[in-house]
């Protein structure tokens, strides 16, 4: 679960990115600099980062401050997961990544699946929106909404992607070593469950 300093940094962040978006009050747009330069701090103090590397990926957006937005593909085969192996960390995670600009959640589930694993498939059913921050991921620099869309193969074969070093479908009791930033054993677990249902409520929290 999220760490307490984390949180408040992400909320510092998230105040200053506001405030510099629509503060017009020179002085006021300084004190939001300066809060921006706070939450720099506490994320560098905490996490061993470069404090210019935190500026440009945790504090170098502008405009309104909203959660990113993590779509993952949920698609099975004779009842068993698929997941690719991530090069970035060596474990296995479903397809997916962050939401496209001009691309509708299940387009993004799409194309992920085409360029992470091989396969086309056809968009079905949001099985689940979560927030990040109430699952067992790693502390994470910014606010995450993840959603989970069943997908069935329509065509195209397994073939590992950029990112991609392996592509494998999993039974439920055989799940590999996971990429927890990206997916939980908890989540894909609450996966299988969801396929079975077949016609189940989309899960939130």
């Keep these: 679960m999220q760490e307490k300093w984390l949180e408040w940094a992400k909320q510092i962040q998230s105040?200053?990115?506001t405030g510099l978006a629509y503060g017009k009050d020179e002085y006021d747009l300084e004190r939001y600099e300066m809060l921006r330069d706070l939450s720099i701090a506490i994320m560098s103090e905490y996490t061993?980062?470069?404090?210019?590397?935190?500026?440009e990926l945790f504090a170098g957006e502008t405009g309104y401050a909203t959660?990113?937005?993590?779509?993952?593909?949920?698609?099975?085969?004779?009842?068993?997961?698929?997941?690719?192996?991530?090069?970035?960390d060596g474990a296995w995670a479903l397809p997916g990544?962050?939401?496209?600009?001009?691309?509708?959640?299940?387009?993004?589930?799409?194309?992920e699946v085409r360029e992470e694993a091989g396969f086309e498939v056809k968009a079905g059913r949001l099985l689940?929106?979560?927030?990040?921050?109430?699952?067992?991921?790693p502390p994470s620099p910014f606010h995450v909404y993840k959603m989970f869309i069943l997908c069935e193969i329509t065509g195209g074969?397994?073939?590992v992607g950029l990112e991609t070093s392996e592509v494998r479908f999993f039974g439920r009791n055989e799940l590999?070593?996971?990429?927890?930033?990206?997916?939980?054993?908890?989540?894909?677990?609450?996966?299988?469950?969801?396929?079975?249902?077949?016609?189940?409520p989309s899960l939130f929290d």
Excluded: C
């Excluded at 990544?97 to 194309?111: N, T």
């Design 15 to 17: 105040i200053a990115q």
């Design 48 to 55: 061993d980062i470069e404090p210019v590397k935190v500026r």
């Design 67 to 88: 959660p990113k937005v993590d779509i993952r593909a949920v698609v099975f085969r004779e009842h068993k997961l698929l997941l690719v192996r991530e090069k970035s």
């Design 97 to 111: 990544g962050w939401a496209d600009i001009g691309l509708s959640p299940s387009e993004v589930a799409v194309k």
């Design 128 to 137: 689940a929106v979560w927030d990040k921050k109430f699952h067992e991921h």
């Design 157 to 159: 074969s397994a073939k």
């Design 176 to 200: 590999p070593e996971l990429s927890l930033e990206r997916n939980t054993a908890a989540q894909l677990h609450t996966m299988f469950e969801q396929y079975d249902e077949s016609s189940g």
